[in-house]
């Protein structure tokens, strides 16, 4: 039971981590086009 919990916890940490990196790098792509945009 226990090591069902933790590979579930495992597996659920993992995705919300590449979620969260994909989010980071788009939020960072459009505000660099948006700083560029803004000093030309």
């Known amino acids: 039971m226990l090591i069902a919990v933790v ?3 495992s597996v659920v940490v ?3 981590a590449s ?3 994909k ?3 788009l939020n960072f792509e459009s505000r ?3 700083y560029t ?3 030309r």
């Open 7 to 9: 590979a579930v916890v």
């Open 14 to 16: 993992i995705t919300a």
């Open 19 to 21: 979620l969260v990196s």
């Open 23 to 25: 989010d980071h790098g």
């Open 32 to 34: 660099e086009l948006m």
């Open 37 to 39: 945009r803004r000093r």
